[in-house]
């Protein structure tokens, strides 16, 4: 009989990486965990080395996000996981699946205060489903293991372990898991009676769709039974690829600079269904969609963990089941033979054709009309990946998303993201076209990850849209202290050049008719690339200038 081969720790969790489905790993290298990564040399595992952790651990949640499996990021301690941190509250808002493993210093120096020594179930406990440090080398597989089931369960969400540098290179036995799998929560039968009944008697109803764990095949089946029930469908904050907006009961999406004709829509409806979602600050319109904590509307909850149920609106019916198995019990209903709401749903996709096709022209370069030009000539399987700024307003209102999982940006509205996002998401789907979208402030937040995207030949195109300013927060200014500008302004580089010194491809464009040539030089360059779109100060959104806000701030004086 063979004896069976000890193994290190670190290659005990690599394997059960592996054996997790773990193809790609995301990092910025440290001494803290330098067994990890010799583990993965052996064992061929993939890596994507970053230049900040805060990029590494936003790549992370983009792959979360795509794959729905958990994006795995390592980091070293102190300030390597500081730096994370940005990135694991992205994935506690955005119920998005992620592993932060960090580097630790060695138990025997433990509270002494010793180099980048942290304490990180104090720093992790308010942003993470669960935060644990692996004190025994045996144990690495069974913690890791229990990892990626709690970072699956019910809402998904970010986990972070430690691992101490010493207990890394204690010798093991190999003793791998089975891999981690969410369960499906499905609905009963009795719930789904009752929502039927609802259905049958309502007038005016309203489906919002939001939230993870859904897949391509949920989608397409919402959006089979939306036509069989002719039921209007809108779509929760940053949650637009869940269905499809030339659909013809699409009514538009309940995010920032909502359609006010939805918002009335949703206030008056008489029965407000939402599927997947939390209806949080953002797609309540400031928490007053619906009266909390009881609505005077018949609100049903469809969500897969019950702890969110009554949190902040009591429902009328709540369904403890994952969007995919709710669907898969609703695809079964048949439609009520009187729909009377069937008018309403075709009015409510001709207000949201008109709303996001409609536009007031401003000088230099018209974001409007950039997105547009986009919407329409991007591939149907283009993704676009954007941080925060009041330039995203423009791509809720007019980039029209075609094909499911299309859009990654963080619902907690970190700025940043683009970049990192536009990075994992090439590297996940080395053939569709990829492009990220931000604000000059927003860029500048994590643009040195465009030196990883020149790294691994990754081509995507990067547009930065310069108004000189920090401008969401320059709005609020406006509007609070008028005439009183201070810490909103911006000097901003030549963002072409930038990325030309990167080895990239960089091109600078004044006006609204010369984007189209910019971006097909762009994409044709086969470089990572840069578009430099100069806008203008006073657009701060799609419907409102500064120069009006201003104004009406004095009047109110």
Same mark, same amino acid.
């Given at each position: 009989m063979n004896a069976i081969v000890e193994i290190s720790a670190a290659q005990a969790l690599v394997d059960q990486l592996i054996a997790n489905g773990v193809d790609h790993i995301f990092c910025v290298p440290g001494e803290s965990y330098l067994a990890v990564l010799d583990a993965c040399y052996e064992r061929n595992v993939k890596l994507t080395v970053c230049r900040n952790e805060a990029g590494a651990a936003m790549m992370a949640d983009a792959y979360g996000k795509a794959t729905g499996r958990?994006?795995?990021?390592?980091?070293? %301690?102190?300030?390597?996981a500081a730096n994370a941190f940005a990135g694991v509250h992205i994935a506690q808002h955005d119920s998005t699946p992620m592993i932060l493993f960090i580097g630790q210093i060695e138990r025997s120096n433990r509270d002494r205060g010793a180099f980048?020594? !942290?304490?990180?179930? *104090?720093m992790f406990a308010g942003q993470t489903k669960w935060t644990a440090e692996i004190d025994d080398g045996a144990r690495v597989t069974e913690y890791v293991s229990r990892a990626f089931h709690v970072a699956l369960a019910g809402?998904?969400?970010? !986990?972070?372990?430690?691992?101490?540098?010493?207990?890394?290179?204690?010798?093991?036995?190999?003793?791998?898991?089975?891999?981690?799998? /969410? !369960? $499906?929560? *499905? @609905?009963?039968?009795?719930?789904?009676?009752?929502?039927?009944?609802?259905?049958? $008697?309502?007038?005016? @109803?309203?489906?919002v769709l939001g939230g993870t764990r859904w897949d391509e095949t949920a989608s397409r089946r919402m959006?089979?039974?939306?036509?069989?029930?002719?039921m209007p469908v809108a779509t929760s904050y940053r949650r637009l690829p869940l269905f499809d907006p030339l659909h013809d009961c699409y009514a538009g999406d309940l995010g920032l600079a909502a359609n006010p004709k939805l918002v009335a829509r949703a206030r008056a409806s008489d029965l407000f269904v939402l599927v997947g979602g939390r209806l949080g600050e953002?797609?309540?319109?400031?928490?007053?969609?619906?009266?909390? #904590?009881?609505?005077?509307? %018949?609100?049903?909850?469809?969500?897969?963990?019950?702890? $969110?149920?009554?949190?902040?609106?009591?429902?009328?019916?709540?369904?403890?089941?994952?969007?995919? /198995?709710?669907?898969e019990m609703l695809a079964k209903q048949e439609p009520p033979a009187v729909r009377p709401w069937r008018e309403e749903t075709r009015q409510a996709h001709?207000?949201?054709?008109?709303?996001?096709?409609?536009?007031? @022209?401003?000088?230099?370069?018209?974001?409007?009309?950039?997105?547009?030009?986009?919407?329409d000539h991007l591939p149907s399987d283009a993704v676009i990946c954007n941080g925060a700024g009041n330039y995203a307003s423009w791509i809720h209102r007019y980039f029209r998303f075609r094909s499911y999982n299309s859009h990654f940006a963080p619902t907690s509205a970190t700025m940043g993201y683009g970049v990192p996002a536009a990075v994992a998401i090439k590297r996940l789907y080395?053939?569709?076209?990829?492009?990220?979208?931000?604000?000059? &402030?927003?860029?500048?937040?994590?643009?040195?990850?465009? *030196?990883?995207?020149?790294?691994?030949?990754?081509?995507?195109?990067?547009?930065?849209?310069?108004?000189?300013?920090? &401008?969401?927060?320059?709005?609020?200014?406006?509007?609070?202290?008028?005439?009183?500008?201070? &810490?909103?302004?911006?000097?901003? #580089?030549?963002?072409?050049?930038?990325?030309?010194?990167?080895?990239?491809?960089?091109?600078?464009?004044?006006?609204?008719?010369?984007?189209?040539? *910019?971006?097909?030089?762009?994409?044709?360059?086969?470089?990572?690339?840069?578009?430099?779109?100069?806008?203008?100060p006073d657009r701060i959104t799609p419907t409102a200038n500064l120069s009006a806000l201003r104004a009406e701030a004095f009047s109110r004086q």
């Open positions: 958990p994006g795995i990021c390592f980091v070293t %301690r102190g300030p390597g980048q020594e !942290v304490d990180y179930r *104090a809402r998904p969400g970010p !986990v972070a372990l430690a691992l101490p540098k010493d207990m890394l290179e204690e010798r093991v036995l190999p003793r791998p898991c089975p891999p981690a799998a /969410a !369960v $499906e929560t *499905a @609905p009963g039968a009795e719930a789904m009676d009752a929502l039927a009944t609802m259905i049958a $008697e309502a007038k005016r @109803p309203l489906f959006m089979d039974w939306a036509s069989a029930f002719d953002i797609p309540s319109q400031g928490y007053k969609l619906l009266d909390i #904590p009881a609505p005077r509307t %018949r609100f049903v909850h469809i969500y897969p963990q019950g702890e $969110e149920f009554g949190r902040v609106y009591a429902p009328t019916l709540a369904i403890h089941a994952s969007p995919k /198995a709710f669907i001709q207000d949201y054709l008109g709303f996001s096709r409609s536009f007031a @022209p401003s000088a230099d370069v018209d974001l409007a009309q950039t997105m547009i030009w986009l919407s080395p053939e569709r076209l990829v492009v990220s979208l931000n604000g000059d &402030g927003d860029f500048l937040m994590n643009g040195q990850e465009f *030196a990883t995207a020149v790294q691994y030949d990754l081509p995507i195109i990067v547009v930065v849209c310069d108004n000189a300013s920090y &401008g969401t927060i320059r709005m609020h200014q406006e509007r609070n202290y008028p005439a009183r500008v201070v &810490g909103t302004d911006l000097r901003n #580089p030549d963002f072409a050049a930038y990325a030309r010194a990167f080895g990239g491809y960089g091109a600078r464009v004044e006006r609204t008719q010369d984007f189209p040539e *910019a971006f097909e030089a762009a994409r044709a360059s086969g470089l990572p690339s840069i578009i430099h779109l100069m806008m203008d």
